[in-house]
């Protein structure tokens, strides 16, 4: 009987324990989701290819822009009709500068688009496109012979590098930073096989060209870029529903500006002008958008001299910090930029582009995408209603949740954007936003000064109380019935 008895005690207590904490998560802070309302149609490509081309100037590329060497003499400029040609399909922007002619912080700003960035700040939560690409469903996946620190490799799925960054001796690793689930273990087995098979061709590429020869620095780049058209292929084929960033870094521009002075310089931009084409048409037929840039340009000392980006002498020079930035898709215009712009603009666009209207955690670029239509995406303090109002006419409303995408509103329009919580539905508030580019339109709690610590506050502090108080209830539940079970 007292076995019973206290087994029946165990029950009660069980029984209490379980109806205090249905009770008390009616009172806990729900938790925030987000709901996605289409406005009007958009155009979203499939992915994006970033191309990073490290050591190129847009002073060489860009036909409004005459290179000169430090000495004064102009500088012969390659030919680049594939690249032109991307130039009229998209966007081009006509004057970026890099804040820094360093090429790991080159590649830190351009993915964080933090004009200060340092590979330490690429490991922060939120901080990259990569981290918002994939709490949106993306992959990201690189192919770098360059701007391989080990910040921008962890945040790939899967990536493979040149861990000597040598065109005589490439040494080619593969890592894989993530176990996916089953449904992506064909995908994650597939990818590794090319990239494994590439690292092990890379050698061969360069080593049937005499060592020192321009046809190695040919023959280095053509080794990402085919790398790149095999992951490109393989996704399309058998995974065309999974988006994704492919980020491909080619490293023998930089290189050879470095060794084979400016006409080596202009040889091995012009040759990979014609991979660049391939890969072009490569990323309309997947309906991917393809963004070119680079971390840093080169100047010479002559006509005919050695080129240099880093020292004193070369870094505060134009054709060192203007770089190109070349975006083709088919959600954007055909536009030539002008203006002075800076290279922490390029990862906002790339998520502008993508329609993925979200901030990193540090940036202070700005989109300069130039869409037909814009995205607004809309943060509550707590579950709420919005509504947008475009003079009278309401053009879109959404409740229950406190985070919503508007997608597809009209560009260069002036909205009027309101909103009311559940706590307190006779309370509006009110923002008017200019639909110049996808915004992030944040409604912060505002202190009421007449009440001391106002009611935003008054509902913080409850939060916090309420918060403490549910690990107090459940620590002490659970302490009860270890004890009764001990017993």
């Known amino acids: 009987m007292r076995n019973g008895h206290k087994s029946n005690n165990i029950c009660i207590v069980i029984r209490v324990f379980l109806v205090i904490c249905f009770i008390v998560s009616f009172t806990a802070p729900p938790a925030g989701a987000l709901t996605q309302i289409d406005v009007n149609p958009i155009s979203t490509p499939d992915g994006a290819v970033i191309l990073i081309i490290d050591g ?25 009709r594939n690249i032109s040609m991307l130039s009229d399909q998209g966007l081009r922007v006509l004057n970026v500068l890099t804040p820094s002619t360093e090429g790991e912080n080159g590649h830190s700003v351009i993915v964080t688009g933090n004009s200060g960035a340092t590979p330490a700040m690429v490991a922060y939560t939120d901080a990259t496109i990569y981290d918002i690409a994939h ?35 490439p040494q080619i690793e593969v890592i894989v930073n993530s176990q996916y689930e089953s449904q992506y273990e064909s995908l994650q087995t597939s990818i590794t096989e090319i990239l494994e098979t590439n690292a092990e061709s890379a050698p061969g590429y360069v080593e049937q060209h005499p060592e020192g020869s321009i046809e190695r620095y040919y023959a280095y780049n053509r080794w990402a870029m085919d790398t790149t058209t095999e992951v490109i292929d393989l996704m399309h084929e058998r995974y065309p529903e999974q988006k994704f960033i492919l980020t491909v870094n080619v490293g023998a521009v930089d290189t050879a500006g470095l060794y084979r002075r400016s006409e080596g310089y202009a040889d091995t931009i012009e040759d990979l002008d014609i991979m660049i084409g391939e890969l072009y048409e490569r990323t309309k037929e997947n309906d991917l958008a393809l963004i070119l840039t680079s971390d840093h340009g080169m100047t010479f000392q002559s006509a005919d001299g050695r080129g240099g980006s880093k020292s004193d002498q070369y870094a505060s020079q134009p054709e060192v910090l203007r770089i190109p930035f070349i975006v083709t898709s088919k959600n954007l215009n055909n536009e030539l930029l002008e203006g002075e712009f800076g290279q922490q603009d390029i990862a906002p666009t790339i998520l502008s582009v993508l329609d993925l209207p979200d901030e990193m955690r540090f940036t202070n670029g700005r989109s300069l995408a130039s869409k037909c239509y814009v995205n607004f995406k809309v943060i509550l303090p707590e579950t709420g209603t919005v509504t947008i109002y475009k003079g009278n006419e309401m053009i879109a409303d959404a409740m229950g949740d406190d985070s919503y995408i508007f997608y597809g509103l009209e560009q260069d329009t002036q909205y009027s954007i309101r909103m009311k919580t559940a706590e307190e539905p006779e309370r509006i508030m009110e923002r008017t936003v200019l639909s110049d580019t996808d915004q992030v339109i944040r409604f912060d709690p505002t202190p009421d000064v007449s009440k001391g610590l106002g009611d935003a506050g008054q509902k913080d502090t409850r939060r916090t109380i309420g918060s403490v108080l549910i690990v107090l209830i459940n620590l002490a539940g659970l302490g009860i019935i270890f004890m009764l079970l001990k017993k």
């Open 135 to 169: 709490k949106n469903g993306y992959l990201t996946f690189a192919i770098l012979e360059k701007g391989d620190i080990s910040e921008i490799l962890a945040e790939q799925d899967m990536v493979i590098h040149d861990v000597t960054t040598s065109i005589n001796d």
């Open 56 to 80: 190129l100037g847009s002073s060489y590329i860009y036909p409004e822009i005459i290179p000169y060497a430090l000495d004064g003499s102009i500088i012969e400029k390659p030919v680049v």
